[in-house]
């Protein structure tokens, strides 16, 4: 499986961003697709993450009501719509992918990684 995010970029506080992430090379429809972030000297943290069987979907308690996490199954893409950003979302943003067994937001539960797209918001 292989992972590759864009839309990564710079954008003053209260701007927006949309991420996306193209999955190719697995079948797997019990996926699971997630969101994490990791600032400079900060442990990687969950975003959001939405399974591919149906409608769940889970976020961090800091980005609720600000981030959407969608899914285009036709595309095998997932995305990130980021509103109201603050300049604590400043970090790389890493697409991941799982089998879903249940729960999303432990990092060490996915299997595969993209390679990240930074994101900077400025004050």
């Known amino acids: 499986v292989r992972l590759v995010e864009s839309g990564g970029g710079s954008v003053q506080a209260g701007g927006s961003l949309r991420l996306s992430c193209v999955a190719s090379?697995?079948?797997?429809?019990?996926?699971?697709m997630g969101w994490f972030r990791q600032a400079p000297g900060k442990e990687r943290e969950f975003v959001a993450a939405?399974?591919?069987?149906?409608?769940?979907?889970s976020y961090a308690d800091l980005v609720q009501g600000r981030f959407i996490i969608s899914k285009d199954i036709t595309k095998n893409t997932v995305y990130l719509q980021m509103n109201s950003l603050k300049p604590e979302d400043t970090a790389l943003y890493y697409c991941?992918?799982?089998?879903?067994?249940?729960?999303?937001?432990?990092?060490?539960?996915?299997?595969?990684w993209g390679q990240g797209t930074q994101v900077t918001v400025s004050s």
């Open positions: 090379g697995g079948t797997d429809t019990r996926k699971a």
């Open positions: 939405v399974s591919w069987s149906d409608d769940t979907t």
């Open positions: 991941a992918q799982k089998i879903y067994r249940g729960g999303f937001e432990h990092y060490t539960t996915y299997g595969y």
